[in-house]
């Protein structure tokens, strides 16, 4: 029996357009979109590069002039030099090709278009310039006998007085975290497959149901095989979706790509339940329980960061539970686990947590739906 | 009137979930809006720095006061997982540690390895302060060579720090009458989206649920003429649209504390084209007549894919050639661009701003005439002809 009506889930399952829109052509379009638009935000924004300035020369500054060819010749330039007349200097700032101008006359000047990190870093370049001439001149002031070490000790590019101290060999990449939430979303939209197979067992809301439920197989049979059917379903839908972000989009999830995939099963098993739970809670109708699910995963999701990609990151400062336990923040927190973390403590602290919590929504499921007699429907 | 009544009905059910868009877009432009800055002066990117300092004497403490006058010192737990979320997520954008010694071995000169950092990745932030870290050092060491003590060289140094250069924005503000600050300008960036999720849902929804076989049937078989039937159908979009637009530019004044002025309406009057063309949008995809989840899908996809594509959430600046120049096919565009010029993100020129609009406009006529020409073919009376011998056959 059991079997059976396994089959006839999978095959109701396989012809439910909803499900194939939703779960795997929504997916791939939206993930489309984002790594249009995020791919390589990252590496233009974030990703230090050398920061691209015309110089103007008002009157010769052959010092300056000097630092900028120093700059220029290092290992990793901090600055990429153009030179030009005034006129030709704002033109290229304005279409964007370069960040700021840096006129050198007497004093050093400098002209940006935009507010931003890049443009600071230049103002305390020239600050930098002006800070040496200073010292310079305190220097041999001072004590004229030592001068001429001291600048040389300041202009000689001293060691590092910086120890970097790595913590990841993972992706650093804060984007790609739009894709972990892409997944955790498909996760939280089986929560529809969940629902379909409550609708299915509850004779006032389906014909189906109606029919269930006069027929001699036990309830626990149908709904365990039900479950099935959708978790099956579910599964093929997380493959789908995640192989298609890291071989057709090509996205990074750091080395441990195939602990991916049992992550992102088990997320899909989560958002099962928690569709079959709330379907089970409550004899309202399929549309109400649809827009009930829909907008509880959206907001799941939302708090997760799908839109707004910062957002988690707060929550972890306001209210780190929260975290803990949002379902879409804990399947998306596990892939960011698995690709930061060298130990994998919390990444099955996660998995363990989705566990929990696919069991709890189960049996819950099960104690409320349990014994229902429809009298008359 | 019926028909313009009944659509209005038709309209109401759909109301709710219209509402809620644009009530979540209002929340978040508020918020955004509340906290731009009117006038276009620069300032210092300030950064969130942690210090952990393990030294804890006078001069560690006063290097940590000297980083908090730039940027923003942040307090997080000493704790390796805190640390590498914080970074990721970048509420922390520099986490440093003061090592233990560090007073003794810079009064000593030594510049080398006073500090730690933890590193998450090669960014500008790290650029940034492991460059400021080293020009205080060294020029501490360089007040000490000559002889100062470790007190006075610290506070020499950060006078000599503090010396501020004056930054010239390019157009300072050149439009002289230009009340549309870059801030303000992304309210109106953003309303593409809005516009589309809120217009095709709704628009093409009740245009499709009048179009339904039987009550097509029954109004050409009313006394109805179809001429009549058609202007009462566009002239019940255009009045939604135009509310739903109303709404915006209204939420816009009050976001912007005063009533738009000078360039300003130049982004209203681009914000009425971009409506018009969504309108235009939603009329043409209902003739194809879509199904309930199949039209969600459109929306969903038009929505996100123009926002995506044309530079509506990232900067045009971000994406690549290759999409920008496809994006060039979709009027979302030209209305981003467009309002970029007006911001004067890109120089301005009225005649640049005219073709953006003139192109605008073009996207109305074509989607005008494709519609024409999809009604005629689905609905010319071969067609039914044939509809109707299969539904009978």
């Known amino acids: 029996m059991f079997l059976h009506i396994l089959k006839y889930e999978l095959k109701n399952g396989v012809r439910t357009k909803d499900l194939i829109i939703w779960l795997m052509v929504f997916p791939i379009v939206l993930g489309t979109f984002f790594k249009i638009a995020f791919g390589s935000v990252y590496n233009k924004t974030e990703k230090f590069s050398a920061i691209p300035v015309a110089v103007v020369e008002e009157t010769e500054n052959p010092a300056f002039r000097q630092v900028l060819n120093g700059i220029e010749s290092a290992d990793e330039p901090f600055l990429k030099v153009t030179y030009a007349d005034r006129a030709k200097a704002e033109e290229l700032l304005d279409s964007g090709d370069i ?60 060691v590092s007085s910086c120890r970097e101290i790595p913590l990841t060999q993972g992706n650093p990449d804060m984007y790609i975290q739009y894709f972990y939430n892409l997944i955790a979303m498909v996760a939280m939209f089986g929560c529809m497959t969940g629902m379909h197979v409550t609708m299915q067992n509850q004779a006032n809301l389906s014909a189906l149901g109606a029919r269930n439920n006069c027929s001699p197989a036990p309830k626990l049979v149908t709904i365990l095989a039900c479950l099935t059917g959708s978790f099956i379903l579910q599964t093929v839908c997380m493959l789908l979706c995640v192989t298609f972000l890291a071989f057709v989009l090509k996205v990074d999830f750091g080395d441990r790509l195939p602990l991916v995939y049992p992550a992102a099963i088990l997320g899909g098993i989560m958002g099962v339940s928690f569709g079959f739970f709330v379907g089970s809670v409550s ?29 988690k990151g707060t929550i972890a400062q306001k209210a780190p539970w929260f975290n803990n336990i ?32 696919t069991v709890v929504f189960i049996m819950l499921g099960f104690i409320i739906s349990r014994r229902k007699k429809y009298a008359s429907v | ?24 877009f209002l ?4 918020f955004v809006t509340s906290q731009s800055t009117k006038d276009n002066k620069f300032e210092m990117n300030r950064l969130k720095v942690c210090v952990f300092d393990e030294d804890d004497t006078p001069e560690s403490r006063a290097l940590t006061e000297f980083i908090g006058k730039h940027n923003d010192i942040v307090e997080i737990d000493n704790n390796r997982d805190t640390i590498t979320d914080s970074l990721y ?78 930054v010239e924005m390019l ?33 093409s929804l009740v245009l499709v649920t009048m179009n339904k076989k039987d009550i097509r049937y029954r109004t050409n078989c009313s006394c109805l003429k179809n001429s009549k039937y058609t202007f009462q159908l566009f002239f019940g979009s255009f009045l939604f649209v135009l509310f739903i637009w109303l709404i915006f530019m ?61 530079g509506v959430f990232v900067p045009m600046e971000i994406l690549s050639d290759g999409v920008l120049s496809a994006a060039r096919f979709l009027p979302a565009y030209w209305y981003v661009r467009a309002n970029r010029m007006i911001s004067e993100e890109d120089a301005f020129s009225s005649e640049g701003v005219m073709k953006c609009m003139l192109i605008e406009c073009l996207f109305i006529v074509a989607l005008v005439l494709m519609t024409i020409l999809v009604r005629r073919l689905r609905y010319s009376s071969a067609s039914i002809g044939s509809a109707v011998k299969k539904a009978t056959a």
């Not at chain 1, 002006?130 to 600048?151: F, H, V």
């Not at chain 1, 309202?284 to 910062?310: H, I």
Request: charged share 15%; with cysteine; hydrophobic share 45%.
């Open chain 2, 27 to 30: 929340a978040i432009s508020a």
């Open chain 2, 171 to 203: 157009r300072v503000d050149k439009g002289g009458d230009s009340h549309f600050s870059v801030d303000f300008a992304q309210y109106f960036q953003f309303m593409p989206y809005i516009l589309v999720s809120v217009i095709i849902s709704i628009v």
């Open chain 1, 99 to 158: 960040e700021g101008i840096i006129s050198s006359a007497d004093k050093l000047g400098l002209t940006v278009k935009q507010k931003g990190l890049s443009q600071t870093m230049l103002k305390s370049f020239v600050e930098q310039y002006t800070l040496r001439e200073k010292i310079a001149m305190d220097a041999i002031q001072t004590s004229p006998e030592k001068a001429q070490e001291i600048i040389s000790s300041l202009m000689s590019g001293t």
């Open chain 1, 283 to 311: 004899h309202m109708s399929q549309k109400t329980k649809t827009a009930v699910l829909m907008s509880a995963s959206m907001l799941l999701c939302f708090l997760s960061g799908l839109m707004v990609g910062d957002l």
């Open chain 2, 89 to 166: 997520y970048k509420t922390v954008n520099y986490a440093l540690i003061i090592n233990k010694g560090y007073a003794e071995r810079l009064a000593a000169g030594e510049t080398a390895e006073l500090f730690g950092s933890y590193h998450m990745d090669e960014s500008y932030s790290v650029v940034y302060m492991s460059k400021m870290l080293d020009e205080y050092t060294g020029s501490v060491k360089a007040y000490l060579a000559m002889g100062k003590s470790l007190e006075e060289a610290v506070s020499a140094t950060e006078a000599a720090m503090s010396q501020e250069t004056e």
């Open chain 1, 326 to 357: 949002n379902p879409a923040a804990v399947v998306s927190d596990s892939f960011y686990c698995l690709n930061i973390d060298e130990d994998y403590t919390r990444f099955i602290t996660k998995l363990i947590t989705m566990a929990v919590i």
């Open chain 2, 250 to 310: 209204v939420a816009g004044t009050v976001f912007n504390k005063e009533m738009y002025t000078g360039r300003a309406w130049l982004a209203v009057l681009n914000s009425f084209i971009f409506s018009m063309v969504v309108a235009a949008l939603a009329v043409f995809i209902a003739s194809f007549e879509p199904k309930d989840n199949i039209l969600n899908l459109i929306t969903q996809v038009l929505g996100l894919g123009m926002s995506f594509l044309c």
């Open chain 2, 1 to 24: 009137m019926q028909v313009f009544k009944t659509m209005f009905k038709v309209m109401r059910s759909r109301l709710p979930s219209a509402m809620i868009y644009i009530i979540i």
